[in-house]
């Protein structure tokens, strides 16, 4: 299975030629100005102790303030506890910085920054804090586009607290850590385009990696992914995330995620 | 007093009528695929004084028709791409001009803008014909950099250099 991933994601690295709307990064290129953008996220990941699936849901709603900067805010939802729960919530901020565009290419630079509350139990070394840890993040994103290819990168530093009140985070554990993602995406299908209503495939790899300050234990996932842009308007994500070797505990590595996205234009324009 | 202000009315339409922007060809830069195109497309249609745009995805090219009778910016078309995450690598205006008498270094006033011809020689302008934007953000920064020292500008208005060498 691992070999067959990295088989595909090899092959698209070569060949690639891509697209930089990525299933679990984001690319430097924001959201258009005045488009309001409504996602559901959800995850199903294994647990390896055999306690069942660890489902989380995502609501999400991005704005594109301007053509440079973005925002974004999501809730926590999960079931690790039994019934869905809301643990919690995040907002997200990107500025982009640099835009070099040229026909069918571009290479942008952005700044990326998140902050996020959660209230749910402490279970694992990796610090997350998109649904697992309350904590900010902040970093830096390249993103190059070539005709039908995008690759995409960002390292960031991803700092963790006590989650709420109840759960302290543990002293015997690193609470801060160094990010980094390298992703590939190319543009399948349409081959040529005729409208705006053809459906686009994307197919896309990504490498998740983290490394804990202090103790410098850190994972490294692999990601494919498979989405379709329909209308041009809407946008359905399916992806499979792998670990290929970890150092520190992580209580549910590999899942599912699948991801529904529909933008609104035009909105809280001025006339 | 009245007469001056005849002449300068009579002037004032005698430039209106003499030249009006009919529609332009924009070329976008900086996307493949069609969720880009159409994020463009929708911030086109939304500029004021736009009544229709066709888009060709494939080639990143929109062609804008606009209202007659209103004032076309180029700078608020400009806006439309960029807020859309994108630039333009070519925008030309497609003009019907009437016995427009086009001298060296002396611009001629469309919509209340100036717009000074670069690499032209003196004639007169007739008919329809087609107006490349040279200024900065209106064609690739690759470009810009070459044609730079050729443009001229204005402390006071807002102008623009155009060639006809499409």
């Known amino acids: ?271 | 007093m009245k007469k001056i202000f005849f002449v300068i009315v009579f002037a004032f339409f005698a430039l209106a009528l003499n030249a009006q922007i009919k529609s332009a060809n924009l070329q976008a830069s900086g996307l493949t695929c069609s969720m880009c195109s159409n994020s463009i497309f929708k911030s086109l249609k939304k500029v004021s004084f736009v009544e229709s745009v066709e888009s060709d995805v494939e080639a990143s090219t929109f062609k804008i028709i606009f209202k007659s009778n209103e004032n076309v910016d180029p700078d608020a078309l400009q806006k439309a791409v960029t807020d859309a995450g994108f630039s333009i690598a070519k925008l030309t205006f497609v003009l019907s001009i009437n016995q427009v008498d086009l001298k060296e270094k002396t611009p001629i006033e469309i919509d209340q803008k100036l717009f000074y011809f670069i690499n032209t020689q003196n004639k007169v302008l007739n008919g329809q014909i087609e107006l490349r934007l040279l200024d900065k953000g209106f064609v690739s920064p690759k470009e810009y950099k070459k044609i730079k020292s050729k443009l001229y500008s204005n402390g006071e208005k807002r102008v623009f250099n155009v060639d006809m060498n499409i």
């Open chain 1, 1 to 271: 299975m691992k070999t067959l991933i990295l088989f595909i994601c090899l092959l698209l690295a070569t060949h690639s030629k891509a697209q930089e709307l990525f299933t679990y990064t984001e690319p430097a290129s924001n959201i258009p100005a005045h488009v309001l953008s409504t996602r559901l996220m959800s995850s199903f990941f294994k647990e390896k102790d055999g306690s069942g699936t660890n489902i989380h849901f995502m609501p999400e709603i991005r704005y594109g303030i301007s053509g440079k900067w973005m925002l974004q805010t999501q809730a926590f939802v999960s079931n690790r506890n039994g019934n869905l729960y809301t643990e919690g919530g995040g907002l997200y901020m990107q500025y982009k910085f640099l835009n070099n565009d040229d026909v069918k290419r571009h290479f942008r630079m952005a700044l990326m920054g998140r902050a996020s509350y959660n209230r749910a139990d402490i279970h694992q070394e990796e610090i997350e804090i998109v649904g697992h840890n309350t904590g900010y993040e902040f970093g830096v994103i390249a993103t190059q586009l070539l005709h039908k290819v995008a690759i995409s990168s960002m390292l960031s530093h991803e700092q963790a607290f006590d989650n709420g009140k109840k759960y302290e985070f543990p002293n015997t554990q690193a609470n801060n850590a160094m990010n980094y993602t390298l992703s590939f995406g190319k543009l399948m299908l349409p081959r040529k385009y005729t409208s705006y209503n053809q459906t686009n495939l994307n197919l896309m790899c990504e490498f998740l990696g983290q490394r804990l300050h202090n103790n410098g234990k850190s994972y490294l996932d692999i990601a494919p992914s498979i989405q379709f842009i329909i209308k041009s308007r809407a946008r359905i994500d399916m992806g499979y995330r792998h670990q290929l070797y970890s150092t520190m505990e992580r209580s549910a590595p590999n899942g599912f995620i699948f991801r529904v996205e529909y933008n609104f234009y035009n909105v809280l324009k001025k006339k």
